[in-house]
């Protein structure tokens, strides 16, 4: 064959400009691009003679691959650790990752993490370095992207320092043990650029980089909202830190990612280099005022979201973004606790819970939802131009969904199905620059016993050397209670 290859008799859903669908469509891949899309029945007759491979998508919906903007590597080692302790679960999590954890341990949760996000449909993600971001050690971001690769998904390492105080404690592995170093806020930048020129770019183009402090103002709430009379100006740190990440930016031609929460963006756009703009994508932004939804939107930063139990109190005004004229994507925020790579769940729920806050059940509709899995979210992180939709030219990262599934049946209004009763089960086929990656649910580029295999040895030594072994106990109440509680306190 000649690396040419047709998915033929598919429902084709574009997510171009003017949001084309195409029953019995049809879309010619050509080495890693896409080379035409439309009607089974023209496509057929331009490739007549021609050596191609026809694939029948009959029953398949055939989309652009889904993108997942932020997650967290290593959190796949560690679904539901914890989980019966949210209060410390942080502290849990930073002692395992930062102390705790081996090149190997990051290769095995790579290739753990892209596995499923394959079997999702997921062809690009970004994934900020531990639970409170990691880049002392490039060795655990280097293992990370190369487990993605064997898989062959796209993956975008977000590299930058923890938060204060500094200096940082991380244990690294010499000679088979692991030895605790500290490291100023200089230092962490420093390790964070080298782990960025190491990766960006690497594995053929599979792997990118965002330069990515963990939140966007570490002087206030890191992972909630500050009062305003609270959120009154910006450190020197604070200022440093974002020309640093600048800096790092503007010499390795990168991105950048952080998250935000209630009263950030309003003193970030204090500073001389604020981490604000058309090259940023901010995750959360939960507790943010009106204000900085408007600085948002005026100065075209793109604005990631995950639904979650405590946006209730304290969302992300995602339909009032939109209204403004920020660009607004889905995301997971996965794996751990208890958030899956599954993009369509995330979805319905930010829609569910967008609706329920403000009494509207016509708030994000189905097929903006589907925008901001797809082509918004290619847009967030700066890849509209060759990933997020179907049109010629651009990179054939392609997912199919088999619509001959009970809840996806009968076929009536096959997007809003999709987005309502759909999930990463049903999806069928993934294609990642051309190359076939699973094939109706049969993952061809590794094997997944082995994958598997690697992970639960990994889990297993991290949770034994942090002592975690209590974490897996479930609370006192398990069976019986309406409330979970615990019968002693869980340290980290």
């Not at 977000?158 to 605790?180: C, D, H, K, T």
């Not at 900085?292 to 969302?315: D, F, G, H, K, Y």
């Not at 009970?406 to 990463?424: E, S, T, Y």
Request: charged content about 25%.
């Amino acid at each position: 064959m000649t690396g040419r290859k047709v998915l033929i008799h598919g429902y084709v859903v574009t997510m171009n400009g003017d949001y084309e669908c195409i029953e019995d469509g049809a879309v010619l891949i050509e080495k890693d691009r896409i080379a035409a899309v439309g009607k089974t029945e023209d496509i057929l007759l331009q490739i007549a003679g021609q050596d191609v491979e026809r694939i029948d998508m009959t029953g398949k919906m055939i989309l652009p691959g889904l993108i997942d903007a932020h997650t967290h590597a290593g959190h796949c080692l560690n679904r539901t650790l914890g989980l019966d302790s949210r209060t410390r679960w942080m502290d849990y999590l930073t002692k395992l990752y930062h102390h705790c954890t081996t090149p190997a341990y990051w290769h095995a949760e790579g290739r753990l993490a892209a596995l499923e996000r394959l079997k999702a449909g997921i062809t690009c993600g970004v994934s900020v370095i531990s639970n409170a971001a990691r880049c002392d050690d490039p060795r655990v971001i280097t293992e990370h992207v190369r487990g993605h690769a064997e898989v062959g998904t796209r993956e975008n390492p977000a590299i930058g320092p923890s938060n204060p105080p500094y200096p940082r404690a991380f244990a690294q592995e010499e000679n088979g043990r692991l030895v605790e170093k500290q490291f100023t806020f200089d230092e962490l930048m420093a390790k964070a650029e080298e782990a960025i020129e190491l990766v960006n770019g690497s594995y053929n183009g599979l792997i990118g980089a965002f330069a990515a402090p963990f939140v966007m103002v570490s002087s206030i709430e890191g992972s909630k909202a500050t009062p305003a009379d609270l959120a009154c100006r910006l450190t020197e740190a604070d200022r440093h830190m974002m020309k640093s990440i600048r800096e790092v930016a503007r010499r390795q031609h990168v991105r950048i990612h952080t998250e935000a929460f209630g009263g950030m963006i309003r003193l970030a756009a204090q500073a001389d280099d604020p981490l604000l703009g058309p090259d940023v994508h901010v995750q959360h932004c939960k507790g943010i005022s009106f204000h900085e939804a408007m600085i948002l939107a005026e100065t075209r930063t793109n604005v990631t979201t995950t639904p979650s139990w405590n946006q209730i109190p304290m969302r992300c005004p995602v339909p009032e973004l939109i209204e403004l004229g920020a660009n607004v994507a889905v995301t997971t925020d996965g794996t751990a606790p208890a958030m899956p790579f599954d993009l369509f769940r995330a979805a319905r729920d930010t829609a569910l819970l967008q609706q329920s806050v403000a009494n509207d059940p016509f708030l994000l509709p189905a097929g903006k939802l589907l925008s901001m899995i797809t082509i918004d979210a290619a847009r967030a992180i700066g890849r509209e131009h060759d990933l997020g939709s179907l049109e010629v030219g651009k990179l054939a990262d392609i997912t199919t969904i088999n619509m001959k599934s009970p809840h996806l049946m009968p076929r009536l209004m096959p997007i809003h199905q999709l987005m309502l009763f759909g999930n990463a089960g049903d999806v069928a086929d993934v294609f990642v620059a051309g190359r076939v990656l699973m094939r109706d649910r049969e993952v061809l580029s590794v094997a997944e016993a082995d994958v598997f295999e690697c992970a639960e040895a990994a889990s297993c030594e991290a949770i034994h050397r942090a002592g975690y072994e209590r974490l897996l106990k479930p609370s006192a109440n398990f069976w019986t209670g309406a409330q979970s509680n615990l019968d002693e306190l869980r340290e980290p």
